[in-house]
């Protein structure tokens, strides 16, 4: 159930309730692809970075260690030792980002293992069996990510498709809380609206898939290449045609000034890689920018990443400590950028949650975004 608590504009502050515990929304969805976030980050670090929620990807665990071992384990929150609410991704991405290995059939899509080659079919009814073996609390629906440049006649092609793998996503996972074998029969399903940069398509999709009452809406197959201003004039046209008592999630986006963007326009939820990713590559986070801490200008800093953060690195290490762990190579440098950055991203979610509540989203927005353009370029 998703409480709308108060509205700042189109900017929402909802409470989401689950069997895995309540998600305060607007939130940023920590992603751990292999049941991990990568960089050395264990669950009991999560918890003490205000993570809400994790996300594990259906396609990587199915490949490895596979499905039906995680559910012989007690399934995904044992197997990880994580009690909060984790979503799954459907393989639907892989559709897209694993393009030179598959063929895309109205029963489903036929893979090539990007591990050992092997064959590997997935269509809806294989994607809501192998979560419902994880045992996620929120389940996505199986769809086609099509490139954002794919021409109308096969976007409307894909979009219709999608829709009829949402009605037979929804049909099995009904079927299967059902059995009483299912280690979790209280799991979630969240559609996913596509379309590409096409409003009317977006649009038309969008009713669509709200008349099938559904726990969640997701708006997908943007950030994959289109300018922030095609994705904001999307979010615009779509947003309003999803219900407004069930949460928004906007899938794989993205930097902080995304982010604030989007929930300007509605969005609930949030995933991506960018803080781990870029973490491991020495880029940090900051409400002055983003940093590059292989630069020299940090050999000699003694101050913390940020002033005044609370994060494991920041509490313990200066900037010249962390980047020589980093020239060195040695694990424990990638890994407090990493605890950095997601520790940055949730905090700001905090920050955004509290502004709504207080009516004052649009001067925090303002605030936070002009700290971003004033990136330290002396430094990058």
Sequence with gaps: MYELLKTDGMAKRGRFHTVHGII????????????????????????GLKTQVELSNTYHLHVRPGDHIVKELGGLHRFMNWDKPILTDSGGFQV???????????????????????????????????????????????????????????????????????????????????????????QMLFGINQGGVYEDIRVGHARQIRSLELDGYAIGGLAVGESHEEMYRILEAVVPEL????????????????????????????????PSRNGRHGHVY??????????????????????????????????????????????????????????????????????IEDGCYQSYKKKKLEGFQGQIMQRF
């Design 96 to 186: 897209f980002s694993l393009a030179g290995l598959r063929k895309i059939k109205e029963e489903g899509v036929h893979f090539h293992s990007h591990i050992d080659g092997r064959r590997i079919f997935m269509g809806p009814e294989e994607s809501m069996q192998i979560q419902s073996n994880l045992a996620s609390t929120i389940a996505m629906a199986f769809d086609e990510c099509p490139s954002s440049v794919a021409d109308r006649a096969y976007m409307e092609q894909s979009v219709a498709r999608t829709y009829r793998w949402l009605e037979r996503c929804k049909a099995e996972l009904d079927r299967l809380n059902a059995l009483p074998d299912t280690l979790n029969r209280r």
């Design 243 to 274: 219900p407004q008592d069930k949460p928004t999630y906007l899938m794989g986006v993205g930097t902080p000034a995304n982010i604030l963007e989007a929930v300007d326009r509605g969005v609930d939820f949030f995933d991506c890689v960018y």
């Design 286 to 355: 900051t409400s002055h920018g983003k940093l590059n801490l292989f630069n020299a200008a940090y050999e000699t800093d003694s101050d913390p990443i940020e002033e005044g953060c609370q994060c494991p690195a920041c509490r313990s290490y200066s900037r010249a400590y962390i980047r020589h762990l980093l020239k060195a190579k040695e694990m424990l440098g990638m890994r407090l950028c990493v605890l950095h950055n997601l520790y940055f991203y949730n905090t700001m979610m905090e920050e955004i949650r509290l502004a």
């Design 24 to 47: 305060e929304t607007p939130v940023f969805m920590n992603v751990g692809t292999a049941a991990a976030i990568k960089g050395a980050v264990s669950t009991d670090d999560l918890r």
